[in-house]
Each structure stands twice: as C-alpha cells, then as structure tokens.
C-alpha cells in the first residue's frame, strides 16, 4: 500500500528544492533534485518555491511520484 502526502516546495537552493510535509507541525525540510519535480508537475523551475504538491512515501521514507494539489 502505497501513502500520498501533502507536501510543500520552501525553496530552492542550487539545484535542489527543500521540500517539507505540508502540515503545521512540520518543520524539518529534506531535498530533493528540483528538475525531477519541475518535470513531473509541468512547471518551470522558478516557479516551484511555494508550490504545494502531493507526494508518494516509499522505501527509506523518500518521495516520488510528485503531483500539483
């Protein structure tokens, strides 16, 4: 079974976005490569800081699978 999360694009920082569960307890950000998810949601890069997305949680707690809220 997989899980879909909420999750929310912080900012990028090079060549990677900070990605954080998009919940009000949250406040650990984790990075990811942020042309991987500019490519899966259709946007340009520039345009994912803000971004709220969904997620897939898989093995060793890593997203895939991004997708626009």
Do not use: C, F, H
Request: glycine share 8%; hydrophobic share 45%; net charge negative.
């Amino acid at each position: 079974m997989t899980e879909r999360v909420n999750v929310k694009v912080l900012l990028l920082i090079g060549q990677d976005a900070e990605i954080v569960a998009d919940a009000p307890d949250a406040d650990t950000p984790v990075r990811y490569p942020a042309a991987e998810i500019a490519e899966a949601v259709g946007l340009p890069l520039r345009d994912l800081p803000g971004t709220r997305l969904t997620a897939v949680v898989g093995s060793g707690d890593r997203l895939t699978g991004w997708r626009l809220r």
